[in-house]
């Protein structure tokens, strides 16, 4: 393999971790006023290597700011970002050069990362040019193979195409094989299929998915589609107005929902059997909230609430 990755042992160790993170923006107001936008507002959350967390939330709720902090393309108002254990909050961008190199993000928009004036090969290879990694003949191999796991077959066919005259749907796979050329450890994917035809979608996340189990990539899912969060994520965090208020393994967040925000996010998805709409999926009924406490408790094993008293 081109793109060696550092010896990675076994699941369950930590790739990215959040420490009470806030990101306020100021934001102007009129001439000479301004105010305080708290996009992130105490968030303190971990991913392990190899294990996709799923976040969502409503349209404002924080989950791109949150997916832009864990790659350090913002740097917090306060709180700490760890990636394997190492803090690098206030790293300088030189010396954020190594994690670079290791994490990647993919767009809800895939002409919002490649150029439209270079063809596919190019836009591909780029990130090993940037990093100096291979010699031309090395590149092009490790390319067509990078092409070929995203399902562009034959390789061929697609290098010398524009992105214009590609679908969307195949668009999306060249986003998705520039990430994947440098062999990343972590990837943050931002609404990946909400722009793609309804017909390409599953196929696009059955793709990252099996993308995500052969290289054992830890993945940041975000998006506004709880139904796609079950299939795709282990966990899922439920964002709303800038903090966690609910997380924990997937199954148990979506099917047994505990905080009111969650259940009104699952209620607003079509049933597809009329006769369950009104089926009780809660399961503890014995507690209530505190709608203004944002700390979160451990309600059951794994299974964390904001505000929760029992
Ligand atoms: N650079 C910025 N400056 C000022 N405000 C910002 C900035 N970035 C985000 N915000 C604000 O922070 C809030 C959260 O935005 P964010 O884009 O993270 O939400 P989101 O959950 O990703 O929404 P969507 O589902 O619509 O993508 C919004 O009110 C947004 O306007
Ligand atoms: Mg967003």
Redesign the pocket.
């Known amino acids: 393999m081109l793109v060696k990755r550092r010896v990675r042992e076994g699941e369950g160790e930590e790739m990215i971790r959040l420490e009470d993170v806030k990101m306020h923006?100021t934001?102007r107001k009129g001439l000479f006023k301004t105010t305080t936008?708290k996009?992130v507002d105490g968030v303190s959350l971990k991913i392990g290597k190899g294990e996709i967390l799923a976040l969502v939330?409503?349209?404002?709720?924080?989950?791109?700011?949150?997916g832009r902090l864990t790659l350090r393309l913002l740097q917090p108002t306060s709180g700490r970002i760890l990636f394997e254990n190492q803090d690098i909050t206030n790293l300088h961008e030189a010396k954020l050069k190594m994690f670079r190199g290791r994490v990647q993000a993919v767009f809800q928009d895939p002409y919002s990362s490649i150029d439209p004036f270079m063809n596919i090969y190019q836009i591909v290879e780029e990130p090993l040019v940037i990093h100096r990694i291979g010699d031309e003949k090395e590149r092009r191999e490790h390319v067509y193979k990078t092409l070929e796991d995203v399902r562009l077959t034959p390789p061929q066919d697609y290098a010398e195409k524009y992105p214009h005259m590609l679908s969307g749907g195949q668009r999306q796979r060249v986003g998705i094989a520039r990430a994947l050329v440098l062999n990343p450890e972590y990837i943050m994917a931002d609404?990946p299929v909400s722009m793609i035809d309804a017909s390409s979608r599953v196929e696009i996340l059955q793709l990252l998915k099996r993308l995500q189990e052969t290289h054992n990539i830890a993945f940041l899912y975000?998006t506004?589609d709880i139904a796609t969060a079950r299939y795709f994520s282990d966990r899922v965090s439920v964002?709303y107005r800038?903090r966690v208020v609910e997380s924990g393994p997937s199954e148990k967040v979506i099917e047994k929902p505990l905080h009111s925000y969650t259940k009104q996010l699952i209620a607003a998805v079509p049933e597809p059997d009329p006769s369950n709409r009104f089926r009780e999926r809660s399961v503890v009924e014995t507690g209530s909230f505190d709608e203004d406490d944002a700390d979160l408790v451990e309600v059951e094993p794994d299974h964390f609430v904001a505000g929760f008293k029992k």
């Open positions: 923006f934001v936008m996009a939330g409503e349209s404002g709720s924080g989950k791109t700011t949150l609404e975000i506004h964002m800038g």
